[in-house]
């Protein structure tokens, strides 16, 4: 019999995989035509490549939740150009009128949702990494819609509210993070880290870690998982890291599998005045003593750092 705790967090994650879907939705739903050619972040990627990236991985997911044999088809062309699918698969859709690729993404959307929830919790889906449970590719969904929808709401000039979604967001970036290391040919420290931050109600605190480890990090929710999905320099957030280890991983810290991203150049979408003073972000800092919560699989997922 599936663990109860385990089966309500897999809901939780997949209620909020599909606000986050509906959020985003509503920045791009009513955009003119020449809106959607908007440059973003993303270096060579518009507003358009941004939702089309969205679409063709949640197609790739419902193919691995319902389809097997169809998706080791879209690995096997996957490998013929390991360098460029992604961006392919980008621009193919962002070929495509923005009405239909707005209708196509909303169709694979519902549909992997319905899927999502159909699937066992237990079973082990294959990806372009290792297979991951239902539960962990909704997060996995999640943390790239939230992200690539960030890059929509910066090219649009749109500052986004800050959910309580972001846990997902967090963990995966804090699961992720010996993969930092390993994907840059580095030796991953010994023990865990504390990190604390602070939930976007300014009230809770998201814990993950042994609570007397002398490496620490803490700050802003918000600004970790702008940091670890690369959508913000260091330079430009409020996050705090006691101990050199703790401080090497926020220079490097990464949330996506996949090659090391170059990241975002300090002020790049931000407000003038925003984010650290020079050499802030590396001294001790009070913290609170907060509940940890649930876990789900370890280890990166599959996205871009784009």
């Known amino acids: 019999m599936p663990d109860p705790s385990a089966v309500d967090d897999a809901v939780a994650v997949f209620t909020d995989l599909r606000e986050e879907g509906r959020e985003l939705d509503a920045l791009v739903e009513g955009l003119p035509a020449p809106d959607w050619a908007r440059p973003t972040p993303a270096p060579?990627?518009?507003?358009?490549h941004q939702i089309a990236h969205l679409y063709w991985t949640d197609r790739a997911s419902l193919?691995?939740?319902?389809?097997?044999?169809?998706?080791?088809?879209m690995v096997e062309e996957a490998l013929k150009a390991p360098d460029s699918f992604v961006d392919d698969g980008a621009r193919e859709g962002a070929a495509l009128p923005p009405a239909e690729l707005l209708a196509r993404w909303r169709g694979t959307r519902d549909a992997l949702a319905q899927a999502l929830a159909a699937a066992s919790p237990d079973t082990r889906f294959p990806w372009y990494g290792p297979p991951m449970k239902a539960a962990s590719m909704a997060s996995a969904r999640l943390m790239e819609t939230w992200a690539h929808?960030?890059?929509?709401?910066?090219?649009?000039?749109?500052?986004?509210t800050p959910t309580a979604r972001l846990r997902h967001v967090a963990r995966i970036g804090v699961r992720a993070r010996d993969y930092a290391y390993?994907?840059?040919g580095l030796p991953a420290?010994?023990?865990e880290f504390r990190v604390e931050l602070t939930a976007p109600d300014g009230v809770q605190v998201w814990a993950y870690g042994p609570p007397q480890a002398p490496q620490r990090i803490t700050g802003p929710a918000l600004d970790f998982c702008l940091l670890v999905t690369q959508r913000a320099h260091r330079a430009d957030l409020e996050l705090t890291a006691t101990g050199p280890d703790a401080d090497r991983w926020?220079?490097?810290?990464?949330?996506?599998a996949g090659p090391a991203g170059a990241g975002r150049e300090p002020g790049a979408g931000r407000e003038p005045g925003a984010g650290r003073e020079p050499g802030a972000g590396r001294e001790p800092g009070a913290a609170r003593e907060p509940e940890a919560g649930p876990d789900q699989e370890a280890g990166p997922v599959q996205g871009t750092g784009r």
Not at 44 to 48: E, I, K, L, R
Not at 250 to 256: H, M, N, R, V
């Open 189 to 191: 420290p010994d023990g």
């Open 182 to 184: 390993a994907v840059r």
């Open 63 to 73: 193919l691995s939740l319902t389809d097997a044999t169809g998706f080791g088809v």
């Open 44 to 48: 060579g990627w518009t507003v358009a």
């Open 149 to 160: 929808g960030q890059d929509v709401a910066d090219a649009l000039g749109v500052r986004r």
């Open 250 to 256: 926020l220079d490097i810290a990464q949330a996506f």
